[in-house]
């Protein structure tokens, strides 16, 4: 898949083409399934671990990676890392929701708020967390214990609730829905207007 990539961009690029690394891992159910193009029995497995990279100046975005019930560590991060700059794509960043299993890289990494980098290669390459992931931890330790202002006040949930259908903030339109569902673990919300 990686050395296909390279032949689709090589049309208009001199040198090397930024790119990001993005890796996540998803749960599967836990069926059995017979693949009969293959004549192969697949499963069952509790999770994939699938890597994408994404083009920083050009628009692309391509799975380059999957595998079953293996979280992402330090051999395989270097494997797709080396594959990518074998064929001119440079890996300027690395980008993971903050995973038990992913934290654990970081630390293998030696990555931490202070030194949001490691270094490969004789060089810097940043790692990021998933805002979308962040943004979830946020709302879900909000509604389970409440934010702490600077001022000491204690902002929870029932505040927010006397503001909801009021325009919040810039551009977030707070309704009591956003506030009120049963599960503040779920991965799968949706919030319309």
Known sequence: ???RQRDVLSDDCDGSIPVVLSYDEMTLHKDIQFDQAEQQVLGPHNNVQVAMVRGLMKNFLQPIFYDYDQPMVTSILHQ???KLEDIGLTVEAVVS???ATNVALWKQLKVDCDNPSFDYKGRRINIFADV???LKLLRNHFLDEGLVLPSGTILVKEDLLRYTGIIFFVYCYLVDKHLSFACTGCLRWTLER
């Open 1 to 3: 898949m990686i050395s």
């Open 80 to 82: 797709l890392i080396d």
């Open 97 to 99: 929701d903050m995973g």
């Open 132 to 134: 979308p992931h962040l």
